[in-house]
């Protein structure tokens, strides 16, 4: 449940918040200021002034014990979070109040990302790709043939797309996640995150 901040690209570490027995899992920050940061038993913590200090927003799953996986801002209000059992949670005002989305899924949800307001992808176990047009307001199931856990996924750009997951696997969509095709890369190591610096 530690959160540590750096301010010279990441030489040194600083303690900033800890949040006993609970394990953090995902963060976002949508400016210098503004981030979440989701953990166990559906703990969300939010701050507004750089990670200086945390407060605790409450997400409706705390009375069920599940934890939050993946977290995905796109601006400081519109957000989205997921994690166990196929939860889904949104919010538009910075996460004062979050509401339950059906995900149609059982299966753990491990990351989202939103490519804009509308447009929306999350993955987890057994292969599960979900993916939205309308902001959430209904997923649809993608077909691939991965049958074991996906958990990375980042998106260079609205249309083009990478996402990682168990035995070496690695997706790529260029039509901003209506479809993903497998990437060759002869490894069968187990991939948990992935990332692209933009500019």
């Known amino acids: 449940g530690a959160i540590y901040k750096t301010t010279d690209g990441g030489q040194t570490w600083k303690f900033r918040y800890g949040a006993p027995a609970v394990d953090l899992y995902s963060v976002s920050f949508t400016s210098v200021n503004v981030g979440s940061i989701v ?17 605790r927003q409450l997400s409706g799953v705390e009375q069920f014990g599940w934890s939050l996986k993946g977290i995905s801002y796109i601006d ?7 994690g166990d059992q ?10 004062s109040k979050w509401s339950m989305q059906a995900s149609g899924t059982a299966n753990s949800v491990y990351k989202v990302r939103f490519t804009d307001a509308m447009i929306g992808t999350a993955i987890g176990d057994a292969g599960i790709i979900l993916h939205t047009t309308d902001g959430g307001i209904t997923w649809t199931t993608r077909a691939t043939a991965v049958t074991d ?15 990682v997951g168990s035995h070496g696997t690695i997706l790529k969509t260029v039509d901003g996640g209506v479809t993903w095709k497998s990437q060759t890369t002869g490894s069968r ?9 933009i500019g």
């Open 86 to 95: 196929g939860v889904i949670l949104k919010t538009t005002n910075g996460g």
């Open 149 to 163: 856990w996906l958990s990375g996924l980042t998106f260079m750009s609205k249309d083009t797309g990478l996402m």
């Open 76 to 82: 400081d209000s519109i957000g989205t979070a997921v």
């Open 189 to 197: 190591t187990a991939y948990y995150s992935v990332s692209f610096e």
């Open 39 to 55: 953990g166990g038993s559906g703990i969300i913590l939010r701050t507004t002034n750089g990670g200086l200090r945390w407060f």
